[in-house]
């Protein structure tokens, strides 16, 4: 819209879903800007993107991830894993691959970006 109409239209809101289709994203915490950029980068700077592993051999996928120094959680049906970076996955999916059954990889989101600027959970 701005470069159609040469104009901005400045948004207040709670909803980091709504926060996530805008062009530039400031966030205030405490009456002070605690973070300021596009949503890709906010969420580059601030959020981690998550490897979930449905496993099928449990005992040898945890000795596989321990053997490679991977940090993860172990859920009732998965592993949790945060990764510095989205194609770190692949290195983690090559030997987790004989002890999982599925695997799905989630993107950081605005809610993760706001949590790690502030420290504060998102109020429903």
Not at 82 to 92: C, N, P, R, V, Y
Not at 100 to 109: D, K, P, S, W, Y
Request: hydrophobic share 45%.
């Amino acid at each position: 819209m701005q470069k159609e109409t040469n104009m901005s239209v400045f948004l207040t809101t709670h909803y980091m879903e709504e926060a996530a289709e805008a062009d530039y994203v400031v966030i205030i915490d405490k009456g002070k800007i605690a973070a300021k950029g596009t949503p890709l980068d906010l969420k580059k700077d601030f959020a981690k993107d998550t490897l979930r592993l449905v496993f099928d051999d449990l005992p040898n996928l945890t000795k596989a991830l321990d053997e490679h120094r991977v940090i993860y959680e172990t859920r009732p049906q998965e592993i949790v894993i945060k990764l510095d970076a989205t194609m770190g996955a692949l290195a983690i999916l090559e030997y987790a691959r004989p002890f999982i059954r599925g695997f799905e990889v989630l993107n950081g989101t605005m809610d993760d970006v706001f949590i790690a600027v502030t420290g504060k959970e998102m109020r429903p």
